[in-house]
């Protein structure tokens, strides 16, 4: 029992510049929210304990990656190292949503068990319903055509970002139960 407390995985970001992913991770840590963001510079971490309702902590690692395109390369050595993606687009912004599918592509080409970890579509900035792009219906399509679990958020408003975290913790936690000598379930920490 006391070695799954010491369970760890990485949890990577993906998905173009200004969508919200720094916000996402800043909401989940600490629970705050800026307005004027700076774009991401390379990659960042983060750390997070998450207690399960079985009382087991997990040790999450939050890899924030960089949307812009000249920090592509960087970004994509990191997508190896991942036990569960999010990939991000603007529900204000049709083009981040048509590009998710590149990023997917991007992910697949860069990371040996693809098949094996969860991955989630996530449309952030919920909150901007007058100027929202991204049909559901659209959402809907491409959830089942990549076999994804979607979840809507908002880092400004803390709308499902608890929700969404402890899913992952949950299944990832699962997966780890489910196939407890996969060493690509330990910690890269
Ligand atoms: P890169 O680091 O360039 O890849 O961008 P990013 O995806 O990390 O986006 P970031 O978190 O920096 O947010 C970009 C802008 O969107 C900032 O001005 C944020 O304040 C804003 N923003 C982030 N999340 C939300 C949200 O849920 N709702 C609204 N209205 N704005 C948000």
Request: proline share 1%; hydrophobic share 35%.
């Amino acid at each position: 029992m006391s070695q799954e407390k010491e369970l760890a995985f990485s949890i990577i970001q993906i998905g173009d510049s200004g969508v919200g992913k720094t916000s996402i991770f800043r909401r989940y840590v600490y629970n705050t929210f800026e307005d004027n963001t700076v774009s991401t510079i390379g990659l960042q971490f983060s750390f997070k304990d998450v207690t399960l309702d079985n009382n087991i902590t997990l040790k999450l690692k939050l890899l924030d990656t960089a949307g812009q395109e000249k920090y592509r390369s960087l970004s994509k050595s990191f997508f190896r190292n991942a036990h569960a993606a999010l990939f991000v687009f603007a529900l204000n912004r049709m083009e981040t949503f048509q590009h998710i599918t590149e990023w997917v592509e991007l992910f697949k080409e860069n990371h040996d068990r693809v098949d094996k970890i969860p991955k989630y579509l996530i449309g952030n900035k919920s909150d901007l319903i007058k100027s929202r792009e991204v049909d559901q219906k659209l959402i809907d399509d491409l959830e089942n055509q990549l076999g994804f679990k979607y979840f809507p958020t908002s880092a400004l408003n803390n709308y499902n970002i608890d929700a969404l975290f402890k899913d992952i913790a949950n299944t990832l936690y699962q997966a780890y139960k489910d196939d407890k000598n996969d060493k690509g379930q330990k910690s890269l920490i």
